[in-house]
């Protein structure tokens, strides 16, 4: 699991005080290209193989307000042949309450055939060794 640290900016929270469900997106990416660049190892210009974005789901648990301090983890928590899902929080940093969850499934592209690829052995080395608990490999 990675955690990432957020660096809240004046502009994501709303009229009501609260950081708007957009932005918390934002810090979902945030989360996932950190887990790409210390899991994976790729940088954020793919030039052939890379990811693609799926699906995404996200429940909202909690407001986060402005003075509060937050991080995403991230894990995968499912492999298949061609794509990995990515199971998200965005936490208190001090408290640890869950505010928001965000499950993500992501698939291996080739960006010049414009196609779907088999996971290279070593993304699916790297995350297998990310899995909690046994079994959710498939």
Not at 38 to 54: A, C, D, F
Not at 118 to 138: M, Q, T
């Amino acid at each position: 699991m990675t955690e990432t640290n957020i660096q809240m900016r004046f502009a994501d929270v709303d009229i009501l005080g609260h950081v708007n469900n957009v932005n918390q997106q934002h810090y979902f990416d945030l989360g996932k290209s950190d887990f790409f660049a210390r899991v994976l190892h790729l940088g954020s210009r793919w030039q052939r193989e890379g990811l693609i974005m799926v699906s995404t789901r996200t429940d909202y648990k909690a407001q986060i307000f402005m003075d509060s301090s937050v991080c995403v983890t991230t894990r995968p928590v499912e492999i298949g042949n061609k794509s990995f899902r990515l199971f998200q929080q965005i936490l208190d940093t001090e408290t640890r309450e869950v505010k928001t969850e965000c499950t993500t499934v992501l698939v291996a592209f080739d960006f010049e055939a414009q196609r779907s690829i088999e996971l290279p052995a070593s993304w699916r080395e790297k995350l297998s060794e990310h899995l909690e608990g046994e079994g959710e490999s498939r």
